[in-house]
């Protein structure tokens, strides 16, 4: 029978084809970003050629003589000139006079082309030289050519001889669109702000995930073990909280214990202290706060594990343990402990790759602040990317540093699938068909 | 005989008891504050509130100027939220028992690609999708955001609903198999009752995550049209000109009650996913 796999195909195409669209396409996306220099500046579409000033400056150290060309008007008699000279209302003479004699031709300075008009038998007056001259004023600065042919055909146009070597490189001066570039990579290897927010995001996965995430969570575990069940349901609910509350609310109530107006300084002025933000005050009280924040959420879910697996360890062994006069702290040592070990491994693993993607709080809290004090990976990629408060949103580097990311994340979840028997997690369906 | 409520009870608790209150200090300040504030009146430096007021709900009955309205925002947080919850049940529910009971090709691949797709730091895709939203025009619309949040919500959904399904005793299914009903029919009238803890779980916390998501809005549908509570609230928190906490809490909470009232009715469910499911 072919139908039960015909069924299957159909049942899962709908989560196949979000899954690609809205997943792993991303993921394709941000590799191939990651090799772009897309920034706002350049678009998301292709771009034009444009010779602007600042290109002409990059221009400039790669070959001085033209770069300083260009950036001069140059003076070409061409039918559009001719035209707008014949509408300036002068002697008609001037203008045939122009078109028989030097149409075409292409002079490199106002010096140049005036003379030339000066010389006409027409003679005209110095003012109208000027206005005559002004027609055929071909700047090639900040005019928009839409492909590399019309830029060229231009250039030529106006007299400038270049190798296609050094058309090349004009081409590539003058894009605005993005283009293909491995300098992201680069820029982060080399960069100290890269370096500094690597050991911000090191330190503070590390702080969390064993002050909080993992230690918290297990005293908070054994505490509630040795309570009444109601007792400890409700500590256990109220830890809960922070994980259910929605992450805005959540940080807003320790903005309101911590800023200048906030609790903490209410508290501390009862005292004599003036008020001050204690949030952004200093980097450590910065830092303080922060790992608080994401430890009280990262506790709840460590603290619902090692509860769990508490309650799977058999009573027998409590009560013999006490029959031999064993301490509560011999209990948590001898018993305990060394049946958390799984337990404590897998939420090891889970909240790092967690705490290495989540970036809501902090840039809720101090958004990387004070300075760059807490300013950690994913948060400085997506600052990088969509929050740059430069102005110009740098999407090439953003994609690469996420990229970086997604790569640990990939790695670290093909070792816990090795470490945690992925074998039996894909047993064969038990209906074939 | 009456159970023993507890391992051991040859230890004075008052100590553990004692340490626990003063570390949960800090939360119980914060949730207690967050009620009390929102009703009552208090000068700027005092810790204790001298009377009651509901000044701080104003926003309720006339909109902020530069805001957008409340009811509106509301309604879209709700449409937001629910849409993503039943395009991840519908989705998911069918896709978890394919991967427990029927034969696809490359099923093995599609669970372990699904196990490190739920393991993912999902939120730094925000990027490329950003890119790619503003490039199929689907910038700042709900639609988007929905389709982009179940996606990332669907692998956690997909891993559940094929848990609840491999405990469902295929009997069941053989039997209607034997009787002559094709295998959808199968599904759909007699092993999708047996998961309705499964639904209820994934449904809740789809749900309570939807109603929570502050990034993807933010990033993905920040205009007003299409505002959700989250970037609502964000909104009064990065305006410099007026730390009114009074009103944001109020805000707050009115954010937080459905959360706190499907908790209260739902927590033994979501608790299933909490355990070992969802980040952070």
Redesign the interface.
Known sequence: MK???T???V??A???V??V???L???V??AV?SMTN?TTATG??GGVYQIAPNSLITLKSAMPEIAAEMAEPRYTIDEAGLKAVEGLGLAPAIAAELRAKHAGEVFATRRDVERMIKDLTERPSTREVKQISEQFNRSVLNTRFDSKEQLFSSLDGLGFKLTPEQKETVAKTTYTGWTWTTDNFSRMASSPDMARVLFNTVLYVALVLMLFNVG?ALL?AI???????T?ASI?R?????????????Y???????A?D???IS??M??FGYPPKNYLLDTAYNAWFFVV?ING???A??GM??FS?AMKAIP?SQ??AS?VDGAS?WQ?IRYIILPQMRWPILFVTC?QT??L?????EI??ATNGGPGNATEVW?LS??HT??RNYAGNLE?GL??AM?LV??V???V???L??RVFN?GT??AK????? | MVERAQPSANYRSWPVLTALTIVSLPLLLMYVYLFLDTVTVKPPDALLPSGLTLNHWRFLWQTTAGKANIWHVTLNTLLFSACTTSLVLIVSSMAGYVLSRLNVPARGFFLAGVMVLHAFPSVTLIIAIFIVLQMIGLYNSLIGVILVKAAIDLPLGIWLMKGFYDTVPWEIEMAGVVDGASRFRVWRSLVLPQVKPGIMALGLFSFLSGWGEFILPQVLAPGNQVQVLSVYLAGFLADDNNYDFNMFKAVGLFYLIPVLIAYALFNKYLMNIYGGGSKG
């Open positions: 139908s039960s796999r069924l299957g195909l049942m899962i709908p989560a196949a979000m899954i669209l809205f997943f396409m991303p993921v996306l941000t970003f897309m998301i579409s918290y908070l505490w509630t073990h040795y309570m009444p069940p007792r500590f609910g109220i830890w809960l909280l922070p994980r259910i509350t929605p992450v805005v609310i940080v807003m109530l320790w903005k309101w214990l800023w107006s906030g609790f209410i508290l002025g009862r608080l009280f959420i990262g709840s879910m619902l594990v769990s009573k409590f009560y006490e509560r209990q889970y790759l967690s290495l993607a989540s970036f809501n840039l809720l994913a990629a997506y990317a969509l999407y953003g994609a996420a990311l997604v640990i994340g990939v670290l979840s093909l816990y699938l992925y997690l894909v369906p038990l209906i074939e068909d």
